[in-house]
């Protein structure tokens, strides 16, 4: 079953934050999150795995919450190249690969 | 260092054709998928491949046939095309492992009239 992703569509203006969520009805092991621009081919952003740290890139990071198999993207004073839409992508235990949510498309304007 | 490449990048086929698209890479990634997406749809597995000479269904494989003859590609075959397998096909790879994210290719947009 595909994890459920929200909201389906975020827009923000430059500066402002937002959070991305992304939840299983399944047991999860890890957690991917990717980024894909019109066009392109997604981008892996950051990885979580159970037990793991919260992990952080620039002003983008992201937490795992394993007992309600749920993670969460933060954006943080958000640019014009944050705009795109968000994957989550989620396995479990003793498999590799991803299932992948529907998207969330975030807008930037100036 | 090309990555994950995907060829063709379009393609247009009729309805009862066939063709294969092609995925390979050069980061001798042992695991490889293929992925369709459709608009608000996300990406949907249709095979993948955890080495050389094994490959597994995943959630959409109909219709679909897959090879890895070699480790660093992975073909998807459509014996008899229809107009439902009108999609954007992505090939992605990934070490063994859970530390890393998959490397996609740029995908083939590919429509059945």
């Known amino acids: 079953q595909q ?3 929200s909201p389906q569509a975020v827009i923000l203006r430059e500066g402002e934050d937002a959070v991305i969520n992304c939840s299983s009805s399944k047991a999860l092991y890890s957690v991917h999150w990717y980024r894909q621009k019109h066009g392109e081919a997604p981008v892996f952003l950051m990885i979580l795995l159970k037990g793991g740290e919260q992990k952080g890139h620039e002003k983008i990071s992201a ?3 394993e007992k309600k198999q749920q993670s969460s993207l933060y954006l943080t004073a958000s640019q014009l190249s944050y705009s795109g839409t968000y994957f989550c992508g989620t396995a479990g235990a003793g498999s590799y690969q991803l299932t992948f949510g529907k998207g969330t498309k975030l807008s930037v304007i100036p | 260092n090309a990555g994950v490449t995907q060829t063709p990048k379009f393609r247009v086929l009729k309805t009862g054709q066939s063709m294969t698209l092609l995925c ?3 980061m001798n990634h042992e695991y490889m998928y ?3 997406q459709d608009p608000g749809m996300g990406l949907r597995l249709i095979h993948y491949s ?3 000479g ?3 269904k995943g959630e ?3 219709g679909y046939n897959v090879s890895r003859l070699k480790k660093q590609n992975f073909l998807l075959g459509l014996e008899s095309a229809a107009p439902s397998q009108t999609s954007v096909y992505f090939c992605a790879s990934s070490v063994i492992g859970r530390s890393e994210g998959y ?3 740029s995908g083939t947009r590919l429509t059945v009239v």
């Open chain 2, 50 to 52: 955890v080495g050389e």
């Open chain 1, 3 to 5: 994890p459920v992703q």
């Open chain 2, 24 to 26: 390979a890479q050069d």
């Open chain 2, 34 to 36: 293929w992925y369709r």
């Open chain 2, 60 to 62: 959409v494989p109909d």
């Open chain 2, 54 to 56: 094994t490959t597994a």
């Open chain 2, 103 to 105: 490397t996609f290719g």
């Open chain 1, 63 to 65: 937490s795992f919450n």
